[in-house]
């Protein structure tokens, strides 16, 4: 299999981490594609129209629309192409940073509809609200509807099934392996074939599954496995990212919009791995690279725990 993102991994229970440089264009002020599409090397990125943010054709503004200074449309399903994410501007214009980003098919509670910049030949923005509170959406990417507001999408829960115990191996600062760019990861101790779940909703921006039964380094290895661990990479409403290391299967695709709680992947020990594990990073805007600087991280359901800990998953449904 093909890996969405060419790129070196990891570092963990004994691990050590490497990187091809992985080109991607940043954000909506760069995009140029005219179709809103994913960037021609496979990239994942964001939009919300305006002049250098392209809309897709097939998530043009609903016919008519509320009209401006209404609240008529009490609810707005985000409608972008697969692969892309919208961004959420904190006034009715692409000028101004995002304060977060949500992807395809989720529905958003509307405070009001405004005329702001004119995006292809609209004006009409939403007022919504997201975690970080209340920003705004363009019209031609999202459209009325009754469907059921989306959870609420916030904080970072622990990459396992609901009510599923885990102890905590390596923490941040571990002497192994956990020092300069990997300073803030986590590894946990379980057994092959875990099943590991998203953190927290999200998009899948790069995957590497190419380590099978019978390679060298599927059962883990020395330094030289550094390369051929499995991972996947999910980007966040918060522009950050979290990173899940030595899979022994992905069970998803790039592109894939994941609710908090969801099935990707069954943990292993594939790469630079000194037995079967999950290594787990929160890291910065960094969708498609494996080798990233890591943040610190608040698991919402157990703090900060430090190695030698056992800790519950509350990342229930």
Known sequence: MLLSVLALALASAGCEETALESRRRDGAASMETPDA???DDGAIGPVDGGSSDAGSPDAGSPDGGPPVGTTDCARVQVRVMPGLFLNVRPDATTSMEPIGRVFDGMVLEVSDVVSGETVGTSDRWYQVRVAAGE???????????????SPPDLGYYLPFACGFSARVTQAPGGSLSHT??????YDFGVALNTPVHAMRAGLVTAIRADTRPGDDCYDGGGSTCGPYANWIILQHADGNTTAYKHLNAVDVAVGQAVARGQLIGHSGSTGYSTGPHLHQELRGDCPTEIYCQTIQLTFSEVGRPTAGDTVTSGNCP
């Open 37 to 39: 599409a994913p960037m």
């Open 180 to 185: 300069g760019r990997t300073m803030y990861a």
């Open 135 to 149: 920003g705004y959406v363009h019209a031609d990417y999202a459209e009325c509807t009754t469907e059921p507001l």
